[in-house]
């Protein structure tokens, strides 16, 4: 009696409160759907495990030696990119591809994964849009297609967001612990401490200066400590250049990227210079981030006229040639 008064109060309440109860149960499995097509693997993207060497299959570039068995490798037919020579964008000079061979060597007898690399960053390079797509899918690389070896050779990378991509990331952020992510970093550890901890990267893309506005010595003096605990890791540290001019018409920062990275000899990442052939250079209405590239179809018109295009399609130029010159000269 008991249980059937139960039921009988149970089935009066619903039919008295359908019109909250169904509409407030459709409504949570749309946002469960949502959230299984944004992340489908439901895991946290700043933290992904970290693979074997060996879990990939290396893809072979064929590479030949002068008479002084110095390496030479194969030059991309596509030599420039909307008129601007590639290599004033990707810039990997053989003095400093030798020097940061040294560098990656190091961080092999470091227990550092050859196939790993990792990003600091604000919100610029913010998951879904620098790189995501390359781990994801789809993608069509259209004449680019050289680049797949490296979209496969660091495979895991590209979707992983780490531990020192943040929005509003400074310069001096970078090595305050106060900005690391608890659940993952130990006490007083700073956020670039923890990512090279947590992923053991080869290879670091910074991309800084747009919240740096105001403070050129500052920022060049965080700057160079980043470069600095890079290097001492073994992890080598690939220096990008921003489109916007948040901090004035001077380009102040850019200009204090390009000096470090020849200070210290390591990759540049010159992206600044093929922004200024983008509407808008490449920016939004805010005038600090990308305009987008959802297609990621690099056969479109439009791909070479987007921010995030060629953003990543840049990024994804010097991870090949570090890949290919520095990391494939043994």
Not at 206 to 221: H, M, Q, T, W, Y
């Amino acid at each position: 009696m008991i249980s059937l008064a139960l039921r009988v109060t149970l089935r009066a309440w619903l039919v008295m409160n359908r019109k909250i109860i169904f509409p407030l149960l459709l409504m949570l499995t749309v946002l469960a759907l949502f959230v299984l097509l944004v992340n489908p693997g439901g895991q946290d993207q700043r933290f992904k495990p970290i693979r074997s060497p060996t879990s990939a299959v290396r893809a072979v570039i064929p590479v030949t030696r002068n008479p002084n068995n110095t390496q030479v490798v194969e030059t991309d037919s596509l030599s420039s990119l909307n008129g601007i020579p590639i290599e004033q964008i990707v810039q990997l000079p053989p003095a400093v591809a030798q020097e940061m061979h040294t560098v990656y060597l190091r961080g092999q007898a470091l227990g550092n994964d050859p196939r790993a690399f990792s990003k600091v960053g604000d919100s610029t390079i913010e998951n879904p849009h620098f790189l995501a797509r390359f781990d994801e899918k789809p993608y069509n690389l259209g004449s680019y297609t050289r680049l797949q070896g490296a979209i496969e050779y660091f495979a895991g990378s590209f979707a992983r967001q780490g531990m020192a991509v943040q929005r509003g990331l400074h310069s001096w952020t970078v090595f305050d612990p106060m900005w690391a992510d608890p659940i993952y970093c130990e006490p007083n550890e700073s956020v670039i401490a923890c990512e090279f901890r947590v992923h053991r990267p080869s290879i670091v893309l910074v991309r800084l200066g747009s919240n740096d506005s105001g403070i050129p010595e500052a920022f060049e003096k965080n700057l160079r400590q980043l470069v600095e605990y890079s290097l001492a890791k073994g992890v080598i540290p690939v220096l990008g250049t921003k489109a916007d001019r948040f901090e004035g018409p001077g380009n102040t920062n850019n200009q204090i990227i390009r000096r470090v990275a020849a200070d210290y000899q390591v990759p540049l990442w010159d992206y600044d210079r093929v922004a200024q052939t983008l509407p808008n250079n490449g920016l939004r209405d805010d005038g600090i981030h990308m305009t987008y590239f959802y297609e990621h179809d690099y056969t479109l018109p439009n791909a070479l006229q987007t921010g995030h295009g060629v953003h990543n399609l840049t990024a994804l130029m010097m991870l090949d040639r570090i890949w290919r010159e520095v990391m494939q000269g043994d």
